[in-house]
């Protein structure tokens, strides 16, 4: 009996560790999974959804949460099922997260979903030149303070929708659309071991980058980091400003 309370006791620790270690992993793997839902309603003759791509450039892998083509446009969603209040610039690197008074930061979603733009428009030469369209979705949970570029659309997951159907000009030619979502298909990376790298990958840049940060040194250009003073309070940013505008809190 003694045996069984302690394999239990190891057991419920062991999970409650990987729960905790990888908190916002499941969360966001949550928020994709109800974007991944509303996404059904869409008419599948007129939208073509993806949720969840490895897109391979010259450059490497781009995880990509959802893509959606249709003759109306391309939608690159970023989800965040974050809570608490959101406040962040698209000209900031960070943005921050209150949650009953802590303040946490994360990664510029804007930014972030830029660079999964490039890496799709890396795989459709023929349609760089097309202004696609940025969808960064939030959590009902969430308060938003946000100033965005006039690129981006940031909504609440429940808004995700109507703001796609909220495009009705024709941008492109039933032909136009399925070279497109070929090219999507075919430049998928569906090999485990190849995904399993990106995310290693992303996680030692996450690392690397804090571990500068938190030695004083710019990430982004490797000056000495100074605090400031700014209209919110006080921050910290690079002493090369305003050759370099790396800010962080």
């Not at 969360?27 to 599948?44: A, R, W």
């Not at 943005?95 to 660079?115: E, F, L, V």
């Not at 799709?120 to 030149?129: E, F, G, H, R």
Request: with cysteine; charged share 20%.
């Amino acid at each position: 009996m003694i045996f069984f309370e302690v394999l239990f006791l190891i057991l419920f620790f062991a999970v409650l560790f990987y729960l905790t270690y990888n908190r916002n992993k499941i969360k966001g793997m949550i928020g994709e999974k109800k974007v991944s839902s509303m996404l059904l309603f869409l008419d599948k003759e007129v939208y073509h959804t993806y949720n969840n791509l490895y897109l391979q450039t010259s450059r490497g892998t781009s995880q990509i949460d959802h893509i959606i083509v249709s003759q109306y446009g391309i939608f690159i969603i970023e989800t965040k099922n974050y809570k608490g209040t959101i406040s962040g610039s698209f000209k900031s690197d960070k943005w921050t997260q209150n949650i009953w008074g802590n303040k946490y930061s994360m990664p510029n979603p804007i930014r972030q979903n830029k660079t999964h733009i490039y890496a799709l428009k890396s795989i459709l030469p023929s349609y760089a030149w097309f202004d696609l369209i940025s969808i960064i979705a939030f959590s009902s949970k969430a308060s938003l303070y946000i100033t965005t570029d006039e690129n981006t659309e940031i909504v609440y997951i429940r808004e995700i929708l109507s703001v796609i159907k909220s495009y009705n000009n024709i941008k492109f030619s039933s032909e136009q659309v399925k070279e497109i979502c070929d090219a999507i298909y075919w430049a998928n990376v569906t090999d485990k071991d190849i995904r399993n790298n990106h995310k290693y990958a992303v996680q030692q840049k996450i690392y690397n980058r804090n571990t500068l940060v938190d030695a004083g040194i710019c990430p982004n250009c490797g000056a000495e980091l100074v605090e400031r003073q700014g209209r919110y309070g006080s921050f910290t940013g690079c002493s090369r400003y305003p050759k370099c505008k790396f800010t962080t809190k």
